[in-house]
Every structure is written in C-alpha cells, then in structure tokens.
C-alpha cells in the first residue's frame, strides 16, 4: 500500500499511526473516548495525546526506570520542548511523535502559547516540593487544562468564528481539564507521595488525609464537573460523544473515590470496572445536542 503514497505524505502516515499506537497502549479510559471522536477529530487527538505521553514517561515513566536523575531527565524535556517549537514552526521532526503533534497544532491553529505552560509544569514535577494555591492553580493549568485547549481547537476546525462560544467552551475544556487532574492527584495519591514525595494540595498532608478534606476537595471537582458538563451539549457532532463519556468516566471515577474511606487512598488506586465503562459508553452514545454544529 505505502508504494502509493510518498515523501512527507508518507512520513506524516507514519508519525500519526505511530501516535495512534501510543494512545492505544497507554490509555482505556482516554482512548476509549478518542474512538467515538470522527476520524478526522481521532487523529488529531491521538497526536495531542502522544506528545503529552512521552513528556509524561520522561518525567515519570521510563527514563526514571532506566535510571537517569532528574538532571538529565530536565534535560531531556527541555530537549523535547525545544524541538516540538521548532517544528511548529517548520512543520516537521526527525521525532516521529513530535512531528504528528507538529501537524496537528499547524492544522488547528495553536502553537507555543499551549505548549510552553505544559512543559513548565511538566518540569515542575522534577522538583517536588509543595505548592500553594497560586501555584497549583499554574500547575494544573500547564498540566492539564491546557491540553483540553489543544483538543478544543481540534474540535472547532472548520467552524466560523464565535468569540462568545468560543469562550463559553474554552471555559468548559478548562474546567473538565483541571477536573481530570484533580481527580487523578486522588486515584495517585500514595505513589505521589511515597514514591515521588509530592504533595499537590496546599495545607493538606497524604499521609493523614481525613475525609472532611477529602470531600472537600471532592466538592471542588464536582463544581468543575458540573460547569463542563453544561457545555457539552453544544459541542460538535465530531466530539461531543467522546466528551461525554470522558466526562461520565471521571464523574464515576470522583464518586469511588468519595466512597473509599480517606486512608484507603494512600493504598489503593481507585479504578471503574470495564462493565461499567461499557455502561457508560453505551448511555454516551445517546447524548444528544442542543443547537450543536454538527
């Protein structure tokens, strides 16, 4: 088949199957939801997921495994922060995972603004000391919601300009993001602390986590929940079901976790059983649009 196809046509196939293998391997609940995206949607997402992966398992994953300290691997990331830039700007990477990441922010217009706020909080993670609510605040937004944004501007290419929507959803992308982030500081909380000595949530010590603050950090997920969900009914046809069940996965996840006593969390990672995801794919699939583009 390749016999048809060739130079940078080619070269992008590859980079983007390859992404697309990195999301398949790496993630259920993520990749899960990717699938119900359109095809052309899909694949930018998997591009965004796989860059955001491989800076992950730099910080974390493999490179800590392999034994590099976190001088080298700051070296590393900054590296990778500096090619994704470059090619943003030329359009292509000897990285076959940073030149399908590359692709997809030229197609759907973001660049730097995005990436650098992830790349600090990624490098962040090298040094775990504590955060205070500013902090925090920056952190989940490099983190997190700012990769909702780079999937956002995926699912509105080709719509006409709307500041007021767009804002509304900019808004909802956000809030699902930090969400996410949130919720997975809870499901990690005892390898983030044991392990890795971080502590994410300001005044509160993992080690003795009572369920009042438990909950209480809780509640300030479900109010970020609840403002996301309020959007997705907008959404476009292309995305809005793969939205929806990210969205019911978590909000599923967060209720576990309110039913796991607090201690529980330094000891178990809270995880929703694959009959229930299938539940929740299923009811997905119903959701339907309120004046959405399709």
Same mark, same amino acid.
């Given at each position: 088949?390749?016999r048809?196809?060739?130079?940078?046509?080619?070269?992008?196939?590859?980079?983007?199957?390859?992404?697309?293998?990195?999301?398949?391997?790496? &993630?259920?609940?993520?990749?899960?939801?990717?699938r119900?995206?359109?095809?052309?949607v899909?694949?930018?997402v998997?591009?965004?997921?796989a860059?955001?992966r491989?800076?992950?398992?730099?910080?974390?994953?493999?490179?800590?495994?392999a034994?590099?300290?976190?001088?080298t691997?700051?070296?590393?990331?900054?590296a990778?922060?500096?090619?994704t830039?470059?090619?943003?700007?030329?359009?292509?990477?000897?990285?076959?995972?940073?030149?399908?990441?590359?692709?997809?922010?030229?197609a759907?217009?973001f660049?730097?603004?995005?990436?650098?706020?992830?790349f600090?909080?990624?490098?962040?993670?090298?040094d775990?000391?504590?955060f205070?609510?500013?902090?925090?605040?920056?952190?989940?937004?490099? &983190?997190?919601?700012?990769?909702g944004?780079?999937?956002?501007?995926?699912?509105?290419?080709?719509?006409?300009?709307d500041?007021?929507?767009?804002?509304?959803?900019?808004?909802?992308?956000?809030?699902?993001?930090?969400?996410?982030?949130k919720?997975?500081?809870?499901?990690?909380?005892?390898?983030?602390y044991?392990?890795?000595?971080?502590?994410?949530?300001?005044?509160i010590?993992p080690?003795t986590?009572s369920?009042h603050d438990?909950?209480?950090?809780?509640?300030?997920?479900?109010?970020?929940?609840?403002?996301?969900?309020?959007v997705?009914?907008?959404?476009?046809?292309?995305?809005?079901?793969?939205?929806?069940?990210?969205h019911?996965?978590?909000?599923?996840?967060a209720?576990?976790?309110?039913?796991?006593?607090?201690?529980?969390?330094?000891?178990?990672?809270? &995880?929703?059983?694959?009959a229930r995801?299938?539940?929740?794919?299923?009811?997905a699939?119903?959701?339907?649009?309120?004046?959405?583009?399709?």
């Open positions: 088949m390749s048809h196809v060739h130079g940078l046509a080619l070269y992008d196939r590859a980079a983007r199957r390859g992404a697309a293998q990195v999301i398949s391997q790496y &993630s259920t609940s993520f990749g899960l939801a990717s119900l995206c359109s095809p052309a899909r694949v930018h998997a591009d965004i997921y860059l955001v491989i800076a992950d398992e730099i910080v974390d994953g493999p490179a800590e495994e034994g590099l300290d976190a001088t691997r700051r070296r590393l990331l900054d990778l922060e500096a090619e830039e470059q090619a943003m700007v030329h359009g292509y990477s000897a990285n076959l995972v940073v030149h399908a990441f590359a692709r997809t922010a030229r759907t217009d660049g730097s603004e995005l990436t650098r706020p992830f600090a909080s990624m490098r962040r993670d090298l775990p000391v504590e205070d609510d500013a902090e925090l605040r920056e952190y989940i937004y490099g &983190s997190a919601e700012v990769v944004l780079m999937c956002l501007r995926a699912f509105v290419q080709g719509l006409p300009d500041p007021v929507r767009d804002q509304r959803w900019e808004a909802g992308a956000r809030h699902l993001g930090s969400a996410f982030q919720i997975n500081f809870l499901r990690d909380l005892g390898e983030d044991d392990t890795r000595g971080r502590r994410y949530f300001p005044g010590d080690g986590l369920e438990k909950n209480r950090l809780l509640d300030d997920i479900d109010r970020d929940l609840a403002i996301a969900g309020e997705i009914p907008e959404l476009p046809n292309g995305c809005r079901r793969a939205v929806a069940v990210a019911a996965l978590f909000s599923a996840l209720a576990r976790i309110r039913r796991t006593p607090a201690e529980s969390l330094l000891t178990t990672r809270v &995880s929703v059983p694959a995801k299938a539940m929740l794919l299923l009811h699939t119903t959701v339907r649009g309120r004046g959405a583009v399709a």
